[in-house]
């Protein structure tokens, strides 16, 4: 039997990296690769979103770059 609060959960709006190809609702194929290839890119490039955002670069990352480059991946190219 299944507790209330399974029967209640509803899947997030965050979006899902999987190891299996998976189309998003603009036609591109989000695979864990490419969502870590586009992580790395970001990260490459964060001094340039930093700059552009009126930010300071944290010279060895926090949490709060970690959680930026996470969200960031899911979008960049």
Known sequence: MRSAAEKTWQPSSVPCVTATP???????????????????????????????????????????FFARALQAATMYE
């Not at 591109?28 to 930093?50: C, K, M, Q, V």
Request: hydrophobic residues 35%; without cysteine.
């Open 22 to 64: 998976k189309k998003e609702a603009h036609g591109r194929t989000r695979t864990l690769p490419s969502f870590l290839e586009a992580l790395a890119a970001w990260i490459d490039d964060a001094d340039g979103w930093y700059g552009n955002t009126g930010r300071e670069l944290p010279p060895g990352g926090d949490w709060t």
